[in-house]
């Protein structure tokens, strides 16, 4: 809770909301909407620039839970901020470079029904003195009718080696375009269509990898929970 406090005190004079019609008044008084949110802040003396966008929930009636909410949302870009800014000082001190580094942080929500939000996260980032520009990709999934996050071996059955599975299928669908590591399956978001898989250069090795992958509900229903049946996704 301290350090979101000292980042939104360092960037308020710089912030501001960007204009937008996300609000979606055709749901239910009750339900949870959500408004995109963000700031710019470029640093001329420090070399840097920082392009953030992210949602900021709105719950009416149900404070406790737009709450925690946006507090996880706060706390996945603090940590996207202070990352960036700890690793532009360790490489301007390795590379004495002083030219731009930047850091874009932006999301898309993949599925808020049934009490489900499903929210991707792409971080890209660059610092002056490296070639490439990084992608980073980080999800978040909550069920807000019981109140947790939602965990991977929540939507399979516990007998099932869905694991497994999944890590053969990403690398059927990403076939000779990129290798796939093992654990291309820990980053996760819930769609009407199937589980989505956001790919980065830590889960995906090559030029041509994809952003993404999408496995089907349809292939994989055989070893899915009832969790996903009460959210009316088979």
């Given at each position: 809770?301290?350090?979101?406090?000292?980042?939104?005190?360092?960037?308020?004079?710089?912030?501001f909301q960007i204009p937008t019609n996300v609000?979606?008044?055709?749901?239910?008084?009750?339900?949870?909407?959500?408004?995109?949110?963000?700031?710019?802040?470029?640093?001329?003396?420090?070399?840097?620039?920082?392009?953030?966008?992210?949602?900021?929930?709105?719950?009416?009636?149900?404070?406790?839970?737009?709450?925690?909410?946006?507090?996880?949302?706060?706390?996945?870009?603090?940590?996207?901020?202070?990352?960036?800014?700890?690793?532009?000082?360790?490489?301007?001190?390795?590379?004495?470079a002083i030219g731009l580094s930047f850091l874009?942080?932006?999301?898309?929500?993949?599925?808020?029904?049934?009490?489900?939000?499903?929210?991707?996260?792409?971080?890209?980032?660059?610092?002056?003195?490296?070639?490439?520009?990084?992608?980073?990709?980080?999800?978040?999934?909550?069920?807000?009718?019981?109140?947790?996050?939602?965990?991977?071996?929540?939507?399979?059955?516990?007998?099932?080696?869905?694991?497994?599975?999944?890590?053969?299928?990403?690398?059927?669908?990403?076939?000779?375009?990129?290798?796939?590591?093992?654990?291309?399956?820990?980053?996760?978001?819930?769609?009407?269509?199937?589980?989505?898989?956001?790919?980065?250069?830590?889960?995906c090795k090559g030029k041509n990898c994809p952003?993404?992958?999408?496995?089907?509900?349809?292939?994989?229903?055989?070893?899915?929970?009832?969790?996903?049946?009460?959210?009316?996704?088979?």
């Amino acid at each position: 809770m301290r350090l979101i406090t000292i980042f939104f005190v360092l960037f308020i004079s710089t912030s501001f909301q960007i204009p937008t019609n996300v609000l979606n008044t055709t749901l239910p008084l009750n339900a949870l909407e959500i408004e995109k949110q963000g700031f710019n802040k470029l640093n001329s003396s420090l070399h840097y620039e920082l392009n953030i966008s992210y949602p900021f929930v709105h719950y009416k009636d149900k404070f406790d839970i737009e709450h925690k909410i946006n507090i996880d949302i706060q706390s996945i870009m603090a940590f996207a901020i202070s990352d960036f800014m700890k690793k532009m000082y360790h490489t301007k001190n390795e590379k004495g470079a002083i030219g731009l580094s930047f850091l874009n942080l932006d999301y898309q929500v993949h599925f808020q029904e049934h009490g489900i939000l499903s929210i991707a996260f792409a971080k890209e980032t660059y610092y002056n003195g490296l070639e490439d520009v990084r992608n980073i990709k980080l999800s978040y999934n909550y069920d807000y009718i019981h109140k947790r996050n939602i965990q991977l071996n929540d939507l399979f059955l516990p007998e099932s080696d869905y694991k497994t599975r999944l890590h053969q299928l990403i690398k059927e669908k990403v076939g000779s375009d990129g290798k796939v590591k093992k654990e291309s399956y820990s980053i996760f978001c819930i769609n009407k269509d199937g589980l989505l898989f956001p790919l980065d250069y830590n889960r995906c090795k090559g030029k041509n990898c994809p952003h993404e992958v999408l496995i089907k509900w349809t292939e994989i229903e055989d070893i899915t929970s009832d969790f996903i049946r009460s959210i009316e996704l088979l």
